[in-house]
C-alpha cells in the first residue's frame, strides 16, 4: 500500500522555523516528482515546493523563496520542508506529494495532480 505521511506542522510565532517531513513507503522516489502544497479554507491548493528525485531540481513558489528549502533523503524515502522566517500568511494544511513528474511540472498543476499520491496533510499555523 502507498503511504506519505507528514509531520512537523506545529504553532509558530512570526519569524520562527519548522520542519516538514514526508515519509514515503509502498514505493521508491526514483522517477518521481515530490513535493508540498498547501491549502487554506475556501482557496485551491498551492504549490509551495517540489524537488525531483533523480537529479535534485527544485522548485519554489515566489512567496517562499529565500524562506523555504526543500531535500529529500532518498535513502530514507524521505522529503524534508524546512521553513524560516514564518509569516502568518503561510499559515494551512500543508500536504506531500508524489507524482511521476519533474519537481518543477508538479508543483504547477493547479490544485496539484489529481492522480498523484498525497499525504494526508499537516497544520502549521503562525501567529503574529
Known amino acids: 500500500e502507498v503511504q506519505l505521511v507528514e509531520s512537523g506542522g506545529d504553532l509558530v510565532q512570526a519569524g520562527g522555523s519548522l520542519r516538514l517531513s514526508c515519509v514515503a513507503s509502498?514505493?521508491?522516489?526514483?522517477?518521481?516528482?515530490i513535493g508540498w502544497f498547501r491549502q487554506v479554507p475556501g482557496k485551491q491548493r498551492e504549490g509551495v515546493s517540489c524537488i525531483t528525485s533523480s537529479d535534485g531540481s527544485t522548485y519554489y513558489a515566489d512567496s517562499v523563496k529565500g524562506r523555504f528549502t526543500i531535500s529529500i533523503d532518498n535513502a530514507k524515502n524521505t522529503v524534508y520542508l524546512q521553513m524560516n522566517s514564518l509569516k502568518p500568511e503561510d499559515t494551512a494544511d500543508y500536504y506531500c506529494v508524489a507524482d511521476t513528474l519533474p519537481g518543477a511540472v508538479l508543483c504547477t498543476v493547479p490544485n496539484g495532480p489529481p492522480a498523484g499520491y498525497w499525504g494526508r496533510g499537516t497544520q502549521v499555523t503562525v501567529s503574529s
Open positions: 509502498g514505493f521508491t522516489f526514483g522517477g518521481y516528482g
